[in-house]
């Protein structure tokens, strides 16, 4: 008697990235109202990959900056990715659906303490150190505003930068701002909000237009 398999690498229909961390649930939830199977996808492991045999999905699951490029590339049809993610990347995606979830801000934010140096700094073209996550979208907004600064690349808690002293002021992403608060830090100005979007490949979304046409749709009710 063969045996009941979950779809392998040549029988799914559509391959989607779900972003690891604060947004997987939520799209996972989404998924779920949707009507999908998410019975793998519950399951704790450290799969990388997974798949829904009733949906002929297979889902892969990876960091969230690293979503766009993955269906940049072609090796996910479809994938949930934050806004702030895909302006960072400057990705090459079609950009489907904004699913209202994962809301959170881009600011720009500097020690409570040092308010007036850093206004200082801007009032007489002093140099400016910026810690960050996030340099084309750092870079883009100095840029529109006419000033020169340091763009210092993190990868973990930039909140860290002006308190250790690398920096004078951050440009990162906050949901609540507690973190900012915690390290004494206040914002000084909102560069952009963020939230997730429904993504897909510019080829995979003409050659399988109605599969994904179909999760659009949906997705596009639960949201509504």
Known sequence: M????????????????????????????????????????QEESRRLFTYSKK????YVIVRPMDVP?????????????????????????LELMDLKNGYCRI???TLKDCIEKVKSHYEHFGSIKVATKYPNIARKYFDRKGMQVEIIKLYGSVELAPVLGIADE???????????????LVEMDDIM???????????????????????FTRIGNVVK
């Open 107 to 109: 600011i720009l934010a």
């Open 193 to 215: 909000i963020s939230t997730t979007r429904l993504v897909s490949n510019n080829v995979s979304y003409r050659l399988k237009f109605e599969k994904i046409n179909e999760f």
């Open 55 to 58: 949906d002929r999905f297979r």
């Open 2 to 41: 063969k045996k009941d398999l979950a779809p392998n690498e040549t029988e799914y229909d559509l391959s989607i990235a779900i972003p690891k961390g604060y947004l997987f649930g939520a799209c996972v939830e989404l998924l779920k109202n949707a009507g999908y199977d998410i019975s793998e996808l």
């Open 69 to 93: 490029v993955y269906v940049e590339q072609g090796a996910c049809d479809i994938g949930f990715a934050g806004k702030d993610v895909l302006v960072e990347m400057e990705s090459n995606v």
């Open 170 to 184: 951050i440009v990162d992403i906050t949901a609540t701002g507690s973190t900012l608060k915690e390290n004494n």
